[in-house]
């Protein structure tokens, strides 16, 4: 059975910290994503990456930054917590590009 | 610049009548399409795809219609169940299998469905 875990499912920090999100995903798959769901907004692509130590800028980059140093693992990292990154966190996988998208479950991150 | 769209925010329908939900897409790019449900507080899980080079994709009681000349897609659920009551969204990617090639998504749509 397919699975991508998120560290975290609810996170409460305080605007000025920095805070990691992790995700593992055990298919081998090459491609991993992070998204934000806010209401009338969708997903919205952070960031992604297509290989061990890759990355590229999704739509809404500014204020984060990924890391992925093995290719079971993406991090995402809000270098410092704003209240307007008070959000639904979405890991997702895909084995080759785009195609179906295995997804996390989720961390709702409140900064206050 | 939102290349899928779901122009409706929400959508409620009885138990057992048909529930569609529409999609609009910009880019000509897109080549392959994609319907995901979504619960709260839970991640999106995949529901059907259609490839641009077919029309319609059954898959159950879940249906998907791609009109590739008016950039429009359609998912039909029939009939409709309180479990389907979920958040619907839209997605498409360039040719799959391209490395590096990702999902864009619409905004979703709320469907309730009531008993």
């Known amino acids: 059975d397919v699975k991508v875990t998120q560290s975290s499912r609810y996170l409460v920090k305080r605007t000025g910290e920095k805070v990691f999100l992790e995700c593992v995903q055990d298919m081998d798959h090459e491609n991993m994503f992070w998204y934000r769901q806010d209401p009338g907004l969708g997903l919205r692509l952070i960031y992604f990456s297509y290989d061990v130590k890759m990355k590229e800028k999704g739509d809404i980059p500014e204020g984060y930054s990924v890391s992925r140093e093995k290719k079971e693992r993406f991090s995402l990292i809000l270098e410092s917590a704003s209240t307007n990154q008070t959000s639904m966190y979405l890991c997702?996988?895909?084995?080759?590009?785009?195609?179906?998208?295995?997804f996390g479950q989720g961390t709702r991150l409140t900064v206050v | 610049d939102q290349q899928v769209k779901q122009n409706s925010p929400s959508l409620s329908v009885q138990e057992g009548r048909i529930s569609i939900l529409n999609c609009d897409y910009t880019n000509s790019m897109f080549d392959y399409f994609l319907w995901y449900k979504k619960y709260p507080a839970e991640g999106p899980t995949f529901l059907i795809s259609?490839?641009?080079?077919?029309d319609k994709n059954e898959d159950g009681r879940f249906t998907v219609f791609l009109n590739k000349s008016a950039k429009h897609l359609s998912l039909h659920i029939v009939p409709s169940q309180p479990g389907d009551s979920a958040v619907y969204f839209c997605a498409a990617t360039p040719v799959l299998g391209t490395s590096g090639s990702r999902l864009t998504f619409g905004e979703g749509t709320q469907l309730t469905v009531n008993p």
């Open positions: 997702a996988s895909t084995l080759g590009g785009g195609g179906e998208a295995f």
């Open positions: 259609i490839s641009s080079i077919k």
